[in-house]
């Protein structure tokens, strides 16, 4: 371990890193560092005696015996301590915000399980898993990395994200927030879809039943449903939070003037409002803040976003010149996604490129670490394809960009704001914006 007044570091035959001790890194690191270098000096102990022993040709033999035993205990109980700090210190990396106006306290990072199922072409272009084995693996990655919040929804792979979800998380139950969703088409009935009383009611109990679970911690409304009586759905709604079957209640995917009509309905009778907002949001997608975050601002409704890294264009492996990679779900699903012009996306690539090597950090990773430091802003939803992609995603907390790489990544990637949000602009003595 290397130490001086302002930095602490390790050193070794293949590594040298040194950080500053009063950095996050480094109040996180140094007792863990102290710990591991006690436990390479008794190893060292334990090796000096076992060589004295293997030297002495029986005499003192017991005794010296007994020494070596005293130290591996003491060396395997300072390791068990090493694990256990080593443990909740990354547990202590991921950030928890509250979510929206409510007391519920989220991961900033959650996983997102609509990679689970496979049973569909939609969910097999993000590379879906069936198998609940692989699943458990990517559940214990993200409770190691402290995410507590997890996200599915019926229609994800026609129900089986949730049955796969539910069965990884089986014996867990008690340490994780599920969030599951209803509104859109399952099924091919004229009323196997929208937000009606019926609907929702079917879609609500089939949700419990497919996670094995008696209620999810977070419901939400897929889409903006322009037929069915705002009352009805928030009544609806209203009654799941009385049973117990819904703790939390938001809407994803909101035009501005619907969410707030929802928001003055429940106010009106006294019902649950929502709370969150899941809503896409990247650095080649910035809408959100056009609107939509004015009005969460306002109202305390948490943003929870879907596809932070601009629907798997800001991945690093998009580049200037290059065609897609081989293994890529923009192959089916490129076109699906508006990310403005390709000069537009690549200018924001390059932007990226410039921050990640200042920081050290890969291209992901600095996008999602953008969209932590912006307002209203409660969770962003991970997937990934394979367990790698899953831990360098995790690795986007613990540590923030400065303001001056905010503002280079800000610069590159703006926009001109559709009406009426130009307008506003030009006023910001009476319209202060929101970043």
Known sequence: MLRTADSVGIKSAHLKWRFPARSMLGRFCTPLLEEAAGCANLLKRLQGSVAVVASSHGKGYPEKTARCA?????????????????????????????????????????????????????????????????????????????????????IYSNGRSEEVLGKALEGKRDRVLISSKATLRLGDGPNDVRSSRYHLRRSIEDSLRRLGTDHVDMYYMHGFDAITPVEETMETLNSFVREGKVRYIGCSNFPGWHLMKSLAVADRYGWARYVAHQVYYSLVGRDYEWELMPLAQDQKVGATVWSPLGWAVLTGKIRRGQPLPEVSRLHKTGDLIPHGSDEHLYNVVDALDVVAAETGKTVPQVALNWLLQRPTISSLIVGARNEEQLRQNLGAVGWNLTAEQVAALDKASAVPPSYPCWHHRLFTEISPQSV
């Open 70 to 154: 005293n130290l591996l205990k003491e060396l395997q109980g300072q390791s068990r301590s090493l694990h256990l700090r080593t443990e909740r210190g990354i547990q202590r990396a991921m950030e928890y915000r509250l979510l929206g106006g409510s007391g519920l306290k989220v991961s900033v990072l959650a996983f997102g399980a609509q990679s689970f199922g496979g049973d569909d072409w939609f969910s097999d272009s993000w590379g879906a898993t069936g198998d609940v084995a692989e699943a458990r693996r990517r559940v214990d990655i993200c409770l190691d990395a402290g995410v507590n919040l997890f996200d599915t929804a019926d």
